[in-house]
């Protein structure tokens, strides 16, 4: 049982227009949830992240939204730029520490 | 500043034979997690390491197991390779195992991973 999908595994945009990648959830246990950024042969890197008892979080380009009662949350980059052309894994924990990770989607922005 | 480093980026190794990946987490990181990516799927986590000791574990059989050292350096031994066991590991560190706000503010820092191939 997949408890954080993203059913996206891939996404196309044009530079400065806005990205949108998708992430949802099953565990309503999660308590926080983060999105990572992943270039080829390097480690996910931490990019944003949310409480689960808010809404938004917005950290320049980058706002995650999160709706709670849908159990799904959203990433928006605007605008979008052709150095954000990556792979984005959605990862949901609780207080008890694990992350568990989605199956990433691959934005490609386009000059 | 060094992030986490692991060792060696890519291994082949045989079935039945037994691996042991290293991993350094970043300076000022006391835990250590280990995961697992299979190819075109995101990180399975395998476990946890803290104060020396496996404080979680994932859904992965004994043949995966671990230790920390008191440096906070850390391995992943797995016994009885399958080739199913071919996948990237990615060692993942931070401070203060579980606490929320460390989660929350900066995530987990992973290496590079080790690229291990069971044939």
């Known amino acids: 049982d997949q408890q954080v999908k993203q059913n996206s595994p891939s996404l196309s945009v044009q530079e400065g227009r806005i990205s949108i990648l998708n992430c949802d959830y099953t565990n309503s246990m999660f308590d926080y949830f983060l999105w990572y950024k992943k270039y080829p042969a390097e480690g996910p890197t931490f990019l944003i992240s949310?409480?689960?008892?808010?809404d938004k979080n917005e950290d320049g380009r980058f706002t995650v939204f999160l709706n709670k009662s849908a159990k799904h949350l959203s990433l928006h980059i605007v605008p979008s730029q052709p150095g954000d052309s990556a792979v984005y894994f959605c990862a949901a924990g609780t207080n008890a520490g694990k992350s568990t990770f989605g199956d990433g989607t691959t934005l490609t922005v386009k000059p | 500043d060094a992030g986490v480093t692991q060792s060696p980026t890519h291994l082949i190794k045989t079935r039945g034979q037994q691996v042991t990946l290293r991993c350094s987490p970043k300076?000022?990181?006391?835990?250590v997690s280990w995961y697992q990516q299979a190819l075109g799927q995101g990180p399975q986590f395998i476990f946890q390491?803290?104060?020396?000791?496996?404080?979680q574990r994932g859904n992965f059989p004994d043949r995966f197991s671990g230790h920390q050292f008191p440096n906070y350096s850390s391995e992943l031994n797995v016994n009885a390779l399958l080739l199913g066991d071919s996948a990237l590991y990615l060692c993942?560190?931070?401070?203060?195992?579980?606490?929320?706000?460390?989660?929350?503010?900066?995530?987990?820092?992973f290496g590079s991973g080790t690229r291990l191939t069971v044939v």
């Open positions: 390491y803290y104060e020396e000791e496996e404080r």
């Open positions: 949310i409480s689960s008892i808010k």
């Open positions: 993942a560190s931070s401070s203060i195992p579980g606490t929320h706000t460390s989660r929350l503010n900066y995530g987990y820092t």
């Open positions: 300076s000022g990181h006391d835990t």
